[in-house]
């Protein structure tokens, strides 16, 4: 008998490399050193944080040329990312934080983890010192002599000056260059509100400073005055919370990796785009907690998106997490379509139409991929074979950032004969399973989980709650975002879907045909709670008040709102009061009925 060899496991010492747990003195240099100690090290290696709190500075993080999903595109001001913690290059490299606080400073990057084999992180939690996200509370509203008036508080630490009929808002100032993070007046570029009371969030225009006479600061914010011709606020209680729109950097990102596994992590605020991972194998988010820490009097945890996976092959798994508190969808998984501009043979000439996507390489030779109609999602070509490839890195501008050339074949005719932009290509081979279970939901303008992938779904005994749209929204976009593709194998059970803006499940295409195979297949939705859901019929898809009032129409549940879906199962949801809704368009093969659960209202 042969005893097995095992690799030992390297530990290196974070603080042994100078990193201050106190978190009085920049640590992102120590941390940078121990980080080369562990590559020296070869084989199996861990970096383990004492607990504390460790200041990471922006002007000493790491520098790449990156290019991310749905970001800011090609945009040559953002081209360069600061990066607090890189782990690059590793086969199996693990961070044990240690119930460590890891406190950003300046826009950056917090972890990210490119060309790895194996990574773990656990145990820690992330946060920005003054997030890139400004919050006013309205603590009064009223008239004073006949003129209206708000006190508005702010979180400690943020810096706003009032500057004539206006404020100005001011970034964590560097010490290295002296100059703030960033920078913005007024009500910014993006507002949206939150009401505690109901904890619902809701996408609106910011009334703050419309209309003011004075502003006057206060020991904890401001006293804005308005103009006798203003309107009367009817705001108290209420959280704006206002930013910029441009997203600079992933918060958390995952490059080219084989596994990534992020487990018992706070992020109580990412900055550009939540925790996003590209073009790799698997993304494992476990026991993760995606909200604001308590003491910091602040309500934002991200800036746009909490999870987005763009392009992976593997699977992602998120399982016993919290979303509370984002700009955007907690959940994103989906491909992404590009445009075919001009077919040469055997060659098809491809570009990134969406503005905020480009600059990395979509294909590699060996990869399938699929060819559609822009106008109607009907299937021209699938499981073509990628034979050659020529574009962008994702990590210099060397070549067009906008632009690809890929050869494969074979092609059908009718790829031939199209005309330019009527056709779109998606790469099939990162396409990942998804499973989501034992999760919470909440506090979100938009939706729960978008899910957008041809491999096996599973969202399971889930809590969705105060969203204001749809629960979980499946689609595909060609045309519009150019998120991809067709959901083929999809199975949703056992959640509660409670006070949306919009259906629990909506299935909504950007385009699909008339006759023939729909775009999407094999969905159930099954056993399932809808309570306090918006009632069909409803005007759009998250069209809420801050009081949470939805859309006139018929009382009911609205649990499902599906499109060009074959072998649709409805069965054995429930509601508290009432009927479900259900409607249904261009839904051949689709089951609905009562079984265990209520009664069932479907419009056609």
């Known amino acids: 008998m042969t005893a097995s060899i095992t690799t030992p496991r390297h530990v290196v010492e974070v603080i042994a490399h100078g990193a201050d747990p106190s978190g009085q003195h920049d640590s992102t240099p120590a941390i940078q050193q121990a980080i080369a100690a562990a590559h020296a090290k070869g084989g199996p290696v861990t970096l383990r944080f004492a607990p504390g709190t460790y200041a990471l500075w922006s002007s000493s993080a790491v520098r790449r040329e990156l290019y991310v999903s749905n970001t800011v595109g090609a945009d040559p001001r953002y081209r360069e990312k600061a990066i607090g913690i890189l782990l690059e290059g590793f086969d199996d490299v693990e961070i044990d934080g240690g119930g460590a606080l890891f406190e950003y400073h300046g826009r950056q990057t917090t972890i990210a983890v490119i060309d790895c084999g194996r990574a773990e992180l656990h145990d820690f939690t992330v946060d920005m010192v003054q997030?890139?996200?400004?919050?006013?509370?309205?603590?009064?509203?009223?008239?004073?002599?006949?003129?209206?008036?708000?006190?508005l508080s702010v979180p400690p630490g943020t810096d706003v000056r009032p500057h004539g009929r206006t404020v100005a808002w001011r970034g964590e100032t560097d010490p290295g260059s002296g100059r703030p993070a960033w920078t913005g007046e007024g009500a910014?570029?993006?507002?949206?509100?939150?009401?505690?009371?109901?904890?619902?969030?809701?996408?609106?225009?910011?009334?703050?400073?419309?209309?003011v006479e004075r502003i006057t600061p206060t020991a904890d914010g401001l006293r804005i005055d308005y103009g006798a011709d203003a309107p009367l606020p009817a705001d108290e209680g209420l959280v704006y919370q206002l930013r910029n729109t441009d997203r600079d950097h992933p918060g958390a990102f995952v490059l080219e990796s084989e596994y990534a596994r992020f487990r018992e992590v706070r992020f109580g605020y990412l900055h550009g785009f939540g925790l996003l991972a590209q073009s790799g194998g698997d993304l494992v988010v476990q026991n993760c907690v995606f909200a604001t820490r308590e003491g910091t009097g602040r309500t934002t945890a991200a800036f746009a998106d909490f999870v987005q996976a763009s392009g992976l092959r593997g699977q992602v798994l998120v399982e016993d997490c919290t979303f509370d508190g984002a700009h955007d969808d907690a959940i994103n998984v989906h491909g992404l379509y590009l445009r075919v501009d001009r077919v040469d043979g055997d060659a098809l000439e491809l570009s990134y139409p969406h503005p905020e996507t480009a600059g990395f390489p979509q294909f590699a030779v060996g990869e399938r991929c699929e060819i559609m109609r822009v106008e109607d999602g009907s299937v021209v070509a699938t499981d073509v074979a990628v034979l050659g490839v020529e574009g962008p890195s994702g990590?210099?501008?060397?070549?067009?950032?906008?632009?690809?050339?890929?050869?494969?074949?074979?092609?059908?005719?009718?790829?031939?004969?199209?005309?330019?932009?009527?056709?779109?290509?998606?790469?099939?081979?990162?396409?990942?399973?998804?499973?989501?279970?034992?999760?919470?939901?909440?506090?979100?303008?938009?939706?729960?989980?978008?899910?957008?992938?041809?491999?096996?779904?599973?969202?399971?005994?889930?809590?969705?709650?105060?969203?204001?749209?749809?629960?979980?929204?499946?689609?595909?976009?060609?045309?519009s975002y150019w998120e991809s593709g067709p959901?083929?194998?999809?199975?949703?059970?056992?959640?509660?879907?409670?006070?949306?803006?919009?259906?629990?499940?909506?299935?909504?295409?950007?385009?699909?045909?008339?006759?023939?195979?729909?775009?999407?297949?094999?969905?159930?939705?099954?056993?399932?709670?809808?309570?306090?859901?918006?009632?069909w019929p409803h005007d759009g898809d998250g069209a809420t008040g801050g009081d949470g009032a939805t859309g006139g129409g018929e009382p009911g549940n609205w649990i499902v709102d599906a499109t060009s879906v074959d072998d649709l199962v409805v069965v054995d949801n429930t509601t508290d009061t009432g009927v479900l809704s259900v409607r249904l368009d261009h839904c051949p093969g689709a089951l609905v009925g009562t079984g265990l659960g209520s009664p069932v209202r479907v419009t056609s």
């Not at 507002?191 to 809701?202: E, M």
């Open 395 to 479: 990590r210099d501008h060397e070549h067009d950032l906008t632009r690809m050339r890929i050869r494969c074949g074979p092609l059908p005719d009718a790829v031939a004969s199209a005309a330019p932009g009527e056709l779109a290509v998606e790469n099939i081979t990162r396409t990942p399973a998804v499973t989501v279970r034992r999760s919470t939901f909440r506090n979100l303008p938009t939706r729960g989980a978008l899910v957008s992938t041809r491999r096996p779904i599973l969202i399971e005994d889930c809590v969705f709650t105060g969203l204001g749209m749809a629960g979980i929204l499946i689609t595909s976009e060609a045309g």
């Open 131 to 151: 997030p890139t996200v400004v919050e006013l509370t309205v603590r009064e509203a009223g008239t004073d002599g006949g003129r209206p008036f708000r006190v």
């Open 188 to 211: 910014l570029e993006y507002c949206q509100v939150l009401d505690p009371r109901l904890n619902r969030t809701w996408r609106t225009e910011c009334p703050l400073f419309d209309n």
């Open 487 to 535: 959901v083929t194998n999809c199975t949703i059970r056992r959640n509660r879907f409670e006070q949306l803006g919009g259906p629990a499940v909506l299935i909504s295409p950007a385009q699909f045909p008339a006759a023939g195979p729909s775009v999407h297949r094999n969905i159930r939705v099954v056993d399932n709670q809808a309570l306090r859901c918006a009632p």
